[in-house]
Nanobody, 120 residues
Framework: QVELVESGGGSVQAGGSLRLSCAAS????????MGWFRQAPGKEREGVAT???????SYADSVKGRFTISRDNANNTLYLQMNSLKPEDTGMYYC??????????????WGQGTQVTVSS
């Protein structure tokens, strides 16, 4: 079965950096779009970045120029490099897999999340 396991979260001061990882298993990792999402306390979950099977990326406006999503298909791992972190980046970060092979939609498989806390 599909399994996604995030790691790399932690507590940093504003302006700092973190690199999140997501280890995927149970399916043909290279064939699917992957994404990072986050949820702050009291807020709805929001999309952060996606990367399709061809390596095309998209980002939320709030993270453009600061975050970079990448994938290592040889090791079935998704990454999110987060630089110039701000307190508003605080939240639980989840990786997810798209529902089909041809689009970055219907993310139906989720990891357990990793907490990111940015202090001012």
């Amino acid at each position: 079965q599909v399994e996604l396991v995030e790691s790399g979260g932690g507590s940093v001061q504003a302006g700092g950096s973190l690199r999140l990882s997501c280890a995927a298993s149970g399916y043909t990792y290279s064939a699917y779009c992957m994404g990072w999402f986050r949820q702050a306390p009291g807020k709805e979950r929001e999309g952060v970045a996606t990367i399709d099977r061809n390596g095309r990326t998209s980002y939320a406006d709030s993270v453009k120029g600061r975050f970079t999503i990448s994938r290592d298909n040889a090791n079935n791992t998704l990454y999110l490099q987060m630089n110039s972190l701000k307190p508003e980046d605080t939240g639980m970060y989840y990786c997810a897999r798209a529902g089909g092979r041809s689009y970055c939609l219907a993310f139906g498989y989720w990891g357990q999340g990793t907490q990111v806390t940015v202090s001012s």
